[in-house]
């Protein structure tokens, strides 16, 4: 069975730094990973995937995540964050025999104070 | 991008009546749908998966008999919550999974969400 660990429920920062949220899978199978961004009362949405390939994989918010097979690890970075970047977020995998079921962490509240 | 409603978005309701979420892929056709639900401050919580013109698969936990899922044609699901108490006011969303080579071979949209509320 797959699980994903993101260690860290809250994370403030402020305008213009950097910020890095924390993501860690366990899984036996090779897994496809992503993580998705949500604003408050709203669905979710696709920040960015890796499927295979490269595994530095970009958004086009300037938001980055590498795929660190090793350290079974995704981490999500972005240089310098913006207000607007305040949101929820969730990182997942899935693996290519469960027809497409996502299995999320918990989620990282990401908070960004002027 | 693709494109998922659900309606409504926010709904109140008294216990005991019954309450139908729509999950629609408004320009794709979507063989699977899935149903989420989520607690305030936590992450999602897979209830269902629906596919077209079958049965839908519950998770380990989930009364069927509850939550009602029909998944009447490739664009439309709907989650049916029956004789709702206050402890199934929750954040109901729904996700399209679309087998697209051209997207990668796992990819989902979410709806926007309906917020229940049992009064």
């Known amino acids: 069975a797959q699980s994903v660990t993101q260690l860290d429920s809250q994370v403030p920062v402020f305008e213009e730094a950097p910020v890095e949220l924390r993501c860690n899978y366990s899984?036996?199978?090779?897994?496809?990973l992503f993580w998705y961004v949500q604003y408050p009362n709203q669905g979710l949405q696709l920040l960015l995937k890796?499927?295979?390939?490269?595994?530095l994989v970009e958004s086009i918010n300037g938001f980055e995540a590498e795929f660190n097979k090793s350290q079974t690890s995704f981490h999500l970075r972005k240089p310098s964050v913006h207000i607007s970047d305040t949101a929820e977020y969730f990182c997942?995998?899935?693996?290519?025999?469960?027809?497409?079921?996502?299995?999320f962490g918990q989620g990282t509240e990401l908070s960004v104070k002027p | 991008g693709a494109v998922v409603s659900q309606h409504p978005s926010r709904v109140i309701c008294k216990s005991g009546t019954s309450v139908k979420i729509e999950c629609r892929s408004l320009?794709?056709?979507?063989?699977?749908m899935f149903w989420y639900r989520q607690f305030p401050k936590q992450s999602l919580m897979l209830m269902a998966t629906?596919?077209?013109?079958?049965?839908?698969?519950?998770e380990q936990g989930v009364e069927k008999d509850k939550f009602l899922i029909n998944h009447a044609s490739l664009t439309l699901s709907t989650l049916t919550v029956t004789s709702a108490h206050p402890e199934d006011s929750s954040f109901y969303i729904c996700?399209?999974?679309?087998?697209?080579?051209?997207?990668?071979?796992?990819?989902?949209?979410f709806g926007p969400g309906t917020r229940l509320t049992v009064l």
């Open positions: 899984s036996s199978v090779s897994v496809y």
């Open positions: 997942a995998v899935s693996v290519d025999n469960q027809g497409g079921k996502l299995i």
């Open positions: 320009d794709f056709q979507a063989t699977t």
């Open positions: 890796y499927l295979s390939g490269s595994t």
């Open positions: 996700s399209a999974y679309i087998i697209e080579p051209s997207l990668g071979p796992d990819t989902q949209y």
């Open positions: 629906s596919n077209e013109g079958s049965k839908a698969t519950y």
